[in-house]
């Protein structure tokens, strides 16, 4: 059924219901109403014994007269009066003589009281009672029975009743299961259209769905879908373009070089200064290719489950800072570190540290900082990784485009750096973040401590 439309889907499960129901009521009413029709046949048959032992035992009336024309409650309890044993005929009956033989047997074991039996009779139940007493010094039976008719008819009717009003409910609830299904598939028709029209990269007419149950929430998701979608496109497309800009300026400057070599030109004035020149950009290609790669590495990453271990963050960065100080002897370095483990990835932690070190290096003046500390926010104890150097401050607007990728500085270094170090602090679930402080410019990334 699944295959099928909505619409008829919903239709075939409401008729499916109100069928389930109608078989249900159909076995559950009898088994459930016996008790009830069985101790009201045996209230009547109470009632209808009472009054005729009142009046034609206990008064010392003639047995075999019959009782006064009883109430339409009570027309259908036959009666039998045994003295000592003896069947007297009081009404007429039509019971099998093995039935017959059964009460009267009873009859002889009952001595004294009333008792309620019951026994099949030709696919019928027979409900009946035997009273038994001393009257004047005879011992009196009485018998008074009623066949299960009333009841086979009684939910043959009710039966029927209820069939009536299943069908009537199920004949108004047709149309109504046929209108729900229609207001219920029509926006989804819609946003089918919609959808396939993002696939086919169609995107631009926004999805207006007015609702706030949960169709009107799908259709929000496919709207935030939608809009996430276009912002990824264009970051795409500027990605692009900055890939075949970026790569394609030193491709230029090998080819030309090795052009100008080739016919006995040196740019540089001599062959070991242009090869040096090609050398350099040879390695500033491979140094933006690495990046673009390991990039690409990342945002696979962020959509798979991947391993974190327990990392030494203090080894960790005191082992980028010995390798990268050496690249600036002029700065005047100032480090505070302290024992800290965080939970992460040793690798994409020391490549995210070895960025924001080396972009410190490369706009300190004169002075830089590391500091590791511990700090509490919100009962729990974080730890807070600053890089600062006295470079010059950055501008409120390009703060919000700092980890932005292909992001040129004020020296034209290629962007991917701290583009890497964000997709890193992601992947951790981290913070990081840039402020003008103490004269100069400060990094900042905040991990939770292990």
């Not at 075949?244 to 030309?256: A, C, D, G, N, W």
């Not at 590391?370 to 950055?394: C, H, P, Y």
């Amino acid at each position: 059924m699944k295959n099928q439309p909505l619409a008829i889907q919903i239709w075939t499960a409401f008729a499916a219901f109100m069928l389930g129901i109608a078989v249900l009521v159909v076995l559950l009413v009898p088994w459930m109403l016996r008790p009830f029709f069985v101790d009201d046949m045996y209230a009547r048959i109470s009632d209808a014994q009472n009054i005729l032992w009142e009046h034609r035992v206990v008064n010392g009336e003639n047995p075999e007269k019959r009782p006064p024309p009883p109430d339409r409650e009570k027309r259908d309890v036959k009666h039998l009066i045994f003295m000592d044993n003896e069947l007297v005929m009081l009404t007429p009956h039509h019971l099998p003589p093995e039935v017959l033989a059964k009460i009267v047997d009873e009859v002889a074991k009952q001595k004294t009281g009333t008792k309620k039996y019951e026994q099949n009779v030709q696919d019928q139940q027979l409900y009946y009672m035997i009273r038994s007493e001393k009257v004047g010094g005879q011992s009196v039976s009485l018998v008074s029975y009623i066949t299960g008719a009333y009841e086979t008819e009684m939910n043959r009717s009710l039966l029927r009743q209820l069939v009536s009003i299943m069908g009537l409910v199920l004949l108004v609830g047709i149309p109504f299961a046929l209108w729900l299904a229609r207001y219920l598939s029509r926006p989804l028709r819609m946003m089918e259209q919609h959808v396939k029209q993002i696939a086919d990269r169609k995107w631009h007419e926004p999805l207006d769905v007015n609702r706030k149950d949960e169709l009107g929430r799908l259709g929000q998701s496919i709207e935030r879908m939608r809009r996430r979608l276009i912002k990824q496109d264009e970051a795409q497309q500027s990605f692009l373009q900055h890939i075949s800009h970026e790569l394609k300026t030193p491709v230029m400057v090998i080819r030309s070089y090795a052009q100008a070599i080739r016919d006995g030109i040196f740019p540089k004035g001599n062959l070991d200064g242009s090869i040096g020149v090609i050398e350099e950009e040879s390695e500033r290609l491979e140094k933006r290719i690495r990046s673009l790669l390991y990039l690409t590495k990342l945002d696979y990453l962020a959509s798979r489950e991947h391993e974190m271990a327990t990392v030494d963050l203090s080894l960790l960065v005191e082992d980028v800072i010995a390798r990268l100080r050496v690249r600036r002897l002029d700065i005047e370095w100032e480090i505070d570190i302290v024992a800290a483990c965080v939970r992460g990835d040793d690798e994409q932690l020391s490549i995210a540290i070895e960025n924001l070190l080396d972009n410190q290096i490369r706009h300190a003046a004169q002075k830089a900082s590391v500091t590791l500390k511990m700090v509490q926010e919100e009962d729990q104890s974080r730890v807070l990784l600053r890089f600062w150097n006295d470079g010059g401050s950055i501008e409120s607007d390009v703060k919000d485009t700092l980890f932005m990728p292909f992001y040129k500085g004020k020296k034209g270094q290629f962007g991917l750096g701290l583009t890497i170090v964000r997709q890193i602090a992601e992947l951790h679930g981290t913070d990081v973040w840039v402020e003008n402080e103490d004269g100069g410019v400060a990094f900042y990334l905040r991990m939770t401590v292990e």
